[in-house]
């Protein structure tokens, strides 16, 4: 062996302790083993499955069923023994109540055919059940709609498809493969392009276009205005822009793709079509946006008032019952808790589950927790919530397995991460990527400066069934969410135990004209 220099092996000396202490997260084996053998054996997200989606069917921001769900996840709290369950209102919602009381659509000549339908939120009810001849707007621009004015008085108006069908030569489901994950985890140096190649300006003209199509309708006095939904088999929901107290919109529905194909095309073949037609909804005023909360009380002299917070959203569009989207989170979130609160933990910090609303008007159930706990957004004073805030953890992928974890940037969490899911290597979740994953409520959070993470899910008929009538119970894996629980109550408990917060993103102030501002 050759004769180390002294200076060389003092060196060596006194950094090898400093280098491994740096590399050694501790992680409580012994508790995670506890928590893998509970979900194995005593297992309730088929259950809780049930009572998400069939019970409690859909969850629309501010409507009458949503309300119905807030009374409901309270009391299951209660049930599962957690403490300080409350419905948090933490917003107004401007557009008001809406729900939907009656939707039947069918075409009637040449020949008699039911749809299924979806009436587009926040628009309003048919005089009763109509019946009469379809006029298809044919527009291109603001100048060809000028040729049909004064003739849409009381018609029943088809929109124009907005995309061509294309069958789909791509699985329904897949699970990523090793050579993709490893994909992920690389970093591109190209710079933020958040719509990739996406043609925005064109999009947007688009819209405006669909815009004042829609202004032309109401103002001719349309009866009703029938959509397609874009590319998909099934109708999918969606709302109108809509302020309570203002003129009820003119009424408005959704068909699938074929639906809306056939009849565009009799038409054009200058075949008269028909339909008849029932909508009834009703709308409310004085509505807020609810968040469900609930807690397992922290119990450390010193970090007992600390947070580690998990969530998913509650509220869902109208069709399904919002299985995928994202009742698929709250059940694995509300069966991170029950873990937890079975196994008898002792959080040294709080550990916190909230499910919010109006996640899909706008992040707005979230965006109003850091509102009125964590920063005001207009004097951007940060509130005692945010000194308190340790982590957010939210799952809004679909019902698909846990892979791994986004850091959103974050690259100083990345060796606790990669202690946190060693030990779930062996059921495929051990991938780490430096990138953002975006689109839902961590990033009201992430917007402020604080750790808040989204997991890397299988994708799982996501893109066919969210949004869709067809987002029911049977878009849920129940394997894939009993993992997902249980590695989310293993992270929550390691987080919560930890000596130190989670590391946060160097703060920055941030610059008012910035999009970070402009999201609240
Ligand atoms: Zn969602």
Redesign the pocket.
């Known amino acids: 062996m050759k004769k180390m220099h002294l200076s060389a092996f003092l060196i060596v000396f006194f950094l090898l302790p400093v280098f491994v202490l740096a590399q050694t997260e501790p992680v409580d084996l012994e508790m995670i083993y506890k928590i893998k053998q509970f979900e194995k054996s005593r297992s309730q997200i088929e259950d809780i499955s049930f009572w998400m989606t069939d019970y409690l069917g859909p969850r629309l921001t501010a409507s009458q069923n949503k309300a119905r769900a807030n009374e409901f996840v309270k009391n299951k709290f209660e049930e599962f023994g957690l403490s300080n369950a409350v419905i948090d209102p933490v917003r107004p919602f401007d557009r008001g109540g809406w729900d939907n009381k009656k939707t039947y659509v069918a075409m009637t000549a040449p020949y008699y055919c039911a749809f299924a339908a979806t009436p587009v939120a926040w628009t309003g009810s048919t005089k009763g059940l109509i019946k009469g001849e379809v006029v298809l707007l044919d527009f291109q621009s603001l100048e060809d709609l000028e040729q049909y004015k004064g003739k849409l008085k009381g018609k029943i108006v088809l929109m124009p498809a907005s995309d061509t069908y294309e069958p789909s030569f791509e699985p329904m489901a897949s699970r990523y493969t090793d050579e993709e994950l490893k994909e992920i985890t690389t970093e591109s140096m190209a710079g933020r392009r958040r719509f990739g190649n996406f043609d925005f300006e064109a999009w947007r003209r688009a819209r405006e276009l669909r815009r004042a199509a829609t202004d032309f309708l109401v103002d001719e006095g349309a009866a009703l205005i029938v959509n397609s939904s874009g590319e998909f088999n099934v109708p999918r929901s969606n709302g109108a822009n809509y302020t309570a107290g203002e003129k009820e919109p003119v009424p408005e529905i959704n068909l699938a793709v074929e639906a809306h194909g056939r009849m565009q095309r009799l038409i054009q073949h200058d075949v008269p079509v028909e339909m008849e037609v029932e909508v009834k909804n009703v709308f409310s005023k004085g509505e807020f946006v609810n968040n469900v909360m609930a807690e397992i009380p922290g119990t450390d002299p010193e970090l007992k008032d600390e947070v580690v917070l998990i969530g998913a959203?509650l509220d869902s569009w109208h069709g399904g019952t919002g299985a995928a989207?994202?009742a698929s989170?709250c059940i694995v979130m509300m069966e991170a808790m029950r873990i937890l609160k079975e196994l008898g933990v002792q959080p040294r910090r709080t550990i916190r589950i909230a499910l919010w609303g109006g996640?899909?008007e706008g992040l707005y159930g979230s965006r109003g927790y850091v509102e009125k706990y964590i920063r005001d957004p207009r004097t951007l004073d940060l509130k005692p919530g945010f000194d308190q805030f340790d982590v957010y953890f939210n799952m809004?992928n679909g019902s698909g397995r846990y892979r791994g974890i986004y850091l959103q940037q974050n690259e100083m969490v990345r060796p606790v991460f990669e202690a946190w899911l060693a030990p779930f290597e062996n059921l495929g979740c051990s991938t780490i990527t430096i990138r953002n994953t975006s689109g839902?409520d961590h990033l009201s959070f992430d917007a402020v400066g604080l750790p808040a993470f989204q997991f890397i899910q299988d994708e799982i008929e996501y893109d066919r069934g969210?949004h869709t009538l067809m987002d029911t119970y049977e878009r849920l894996v129940m394997d894939d969410l009993k993992q997902n629980a249980l590695i989310t109550a293993a992270l929550v408990y390691l987080a919560a135990q930890r000596d130190e917060k989670l590391p946060a993103k160097p703060y920055e102030k941030p610059d008012p004209d910035s999009q970070r501002r402009r999201m609240f």
């Open positions: 959203h989207d994202n989170g996640e899909e809004d839902t969210y």
